[in-house]
């Protein structure tokens, strides 16, 4: 089994997953230790979520305990109870039982997005980690987080502050930022592997484990000839804005949903939440880099 170090958690796979040797920590050639467990016929949780360029349904099957994983095409997979193991199944379809971290089967691409993408998302929330569906760069030692909806450009500003528009300005995430809640604050969790980048470039191998999160701009885009403009969110569109952009919030549990609620108020009542409204014009940016780096 392999050990990796991911947003501060260590989470055992059952193989190597390409993508996330930077956050190899540990490998152990160890006996299946788990014993089988057995899926509700009755009660799952379905989401649409992105692998490997395209999209497909996943479900969330309650095990006992833990939870199982499928998704058309792709290897069942098991989630411990506490989120530190994510392990391929073997069915037993005449007993109903499942043997998690037994599958020998080769790990094809798809396979790999759903590990490290819908599995390791549902993981993560197990353990009071929530992935918020964001692009992030830090200024200095501030970091802000930018979500939204698909196509409101939040890879491509972050990409901007961090590249020759904005040289004080670091990558800290492409499209997940995991988030969670601590006695001194919201802190993001860097350690992520961000699956539309290649092993060379994550950018949070060079960052530290752990970084305040100072605020969250929700971006919406506005017409060509509009001005841009910031403006603080109201605390009930700042708590919409955060559990509206954490990735695989569709596939929690009620007991998840109660966590993940109670993390979006205190989340929205620590850190400033903006609306970010501008036109995808390429010389609003660097007015864009002003209005961020006053507001540090």
């Not at 200024?139 to 909806?149: M, N, W, Y």
């Not at 290649?198 to 919406?220: F, H, S, Y």
Request: hydrophobic content about 45%.
């Amino acid at each position: 089994m392999v050990c990796y170090c991911i947003a501060g958690q260590q989470i055992w796979f059952d193989s190597h997953v390409p993508g996330m040797l930077p956050f190899e920590v540990g490998y152990q050639a160890i006996a299946n230790n788990f014993r089988p467990v057995v899926v509700s016929r009755n009660v799952f949780y379905s989401a649409i979520c992105s692998m490997s360029d395209e999209v497909r349904p996943v479900e969330c099957w309650l095990a006992v305990p833990g939870l199982l994983l499928r998704a058309d095409g792709c290897n069942e997979v098991y989630i411990a109870e506490d989120g530190r193991a994510i392990l391929r199944v073997v069915n037993d379809y005449a007993s109903g039982e499942y043997t998690p971290g037994a599958s020998t089967a080769p790990l094809p691409d798809l396979d790999r997005a759903f590990l490290s993408g819908p599995a390791l998302v549902l993981a993560l929330a197990l353990s009071g980690v929530w992935c918020l569906h964001a692009s992030a760069a830090l200024f200095q030692d501030r970091l802000t987080a930018f979500v939204g909806e698909s196509g409101q450009g939040k890879s491509t500003l972050a990409a901007y502050l961090a590249q020759a528009g904005a040289p004080d300005w670091r990558l800290a995430a492409d499209d997940i930022l995991p988030a969670t809640l601590t006695p001194v604050g919201v802190q993001a969790l860097p350690h992520f592997p961000q699956l539309k980048l290649p092993v060379e470039a994550q950018p949070g191998v060079t960052l530290p484990e752990r970084l305040r999160l100072d605020r969250i701009c929700l971006l919406a885009q506005a017409d060509p000839d509009s001005q841009p403009e910031i403006e603080a969110l109201p605390p009930a569109q700042a708590v919409q804005a955060i559990l509206g952009h954490t990735a695989g919030a569709r596939l929690f549990t009620p007991q998840l949903l109660d966590n993940h609620l109670h993390f979006s108020a205190q989340a929205a009542a620590l850190t400033p939440v903006y609306r970010l409204t501008y036109p995808h014009r390429r010389e609003i940016l660097p007015w864009i880099v002003h209005e961020l780096e006053s507001l540090c």
